[in-house]
């Protein structure tokens, strides 16, 4: 009795692993075709020769990446860590890693390593009509990224990484990125006289780093980049803000949509007009909230002031000054009266002491795309009075 029990139990057991080992095994040409169908607004298409499966990790053999119109490009192997189904049928990835890059074409190498995604969603269904069903990812991250022209290297960075957080109840995202250890050599500068002025300014090799942060919400469809900035050294920082709303969910499908039948449509030209008619059609839902554009000095001006003014047989001293004397009447031909005074005084101080220079779009209430685009044609001069534009320098 106790072996026939013991083999019974044994059999069923078998019998449930047989059963069941299909149903938890991943379906890894599946989650490839959701993945396609959820990136499909980007015309990027991904296909593979060969999935290997290992317990919830994925690889995908042979992968390339196909843009519309364009020829597949391999990428090598793709692998996918800790992946799980979710209970819709969609999937989460705790990490994907990318093969390194070392790729020459004619005299140019460039060579990429430790390229990764983390937090991976792909939803079951891709219809964009809340975030869990839109692809999502985390986090991305590269190591350094080289290239070499004929020997010499002419850019290179160290790292690259970058961050998405959802908001409390899906609301909206937070994301950042920063672009580190940014170096290149400006030595290889084809145009003679290009390459003459960079070595009078000193900045043969320059090195520095970005970096950007903004969000989301999508009720509003508020999208805010609240930095965008490059910063090099002895040169300066240039940085980018601006927010815009309208850009909500069905602004976003319908932007799909548009692509989506541009890209089924065989006709190119055909498709690329009809494409730019849905798009400037679908600018109409924006509206612009506000700008601004700054850039910090970090002796880049007096570099140039002086190299210019010994081009023309005078000091950078002497430069400058007769720069503020062209100043008034280079702008008066903007035709912008409420303007041109304050771009003459930001100048002036500016070349005295050249420390910062802002520019900013801030008007008393967000504007409709269509206003700007109105003002655009019937009035340009009236534009900075629609955005509420000023400039300063030195604040």
Known sequence: MFHYRTLRTTLTGVALAALAGPAFALDGADLVAKLNAANGAS????????????????????????????????????????????????????????????????????????????????????????LDTMLFYERASSGPITVINKGTEVFSLSGMEGNVVRRAGNVGLDYDGTVSGIKADLTQVDDPKSRETIQKLGLTTISGKASMKGGWALDTGLMTVDEYALDFDDIGRLDLTFAISGYTLDFINAMREAIEASQANPKSDEANNALGMSMLGLMQQLTFNSAKVSFVDASLTKKVLDVVGAEQGVSGEQMAQSLKGLAPLMIAQLNMPELQNQIAQAVNTYLDDPRSLTI??????????????????????????????TVTAND
């Open 43 to 130: 015309g990027l298409t991904v296909s593979f020769a060969s999935i290997a499966t290992d317990g919830d990790t994925l690889t995908l053999q042979g992968t390339k990446v196909t843009s519309t119109g364009g020829e597949p490009a391999e990428i090598g192997d793709v692998r996918l860590e800790g992946v799980a189904e979710s209970g819709d049928g969609g999937y989460t990835v705790e990490t994907v890693r990318f093969a390194d890059v070392n790729r020459t074409e004619g005299d140019t190498t460039i060579t990429a390593s430790g390229m990764e995604l983390g937090g991976l969603v792909i939803p079951a269904k891709a219809d964009g009509t809340s």
């Open 360 to 389: 900013t779009a801030a008007p008393a209430a967000p504007v409709p795309f269509p206003m700007i685009m109105g003002a655009a044609m019937g009035a340009p001069n009236t534009i900075p009075q629609v955005l509420g534009v």
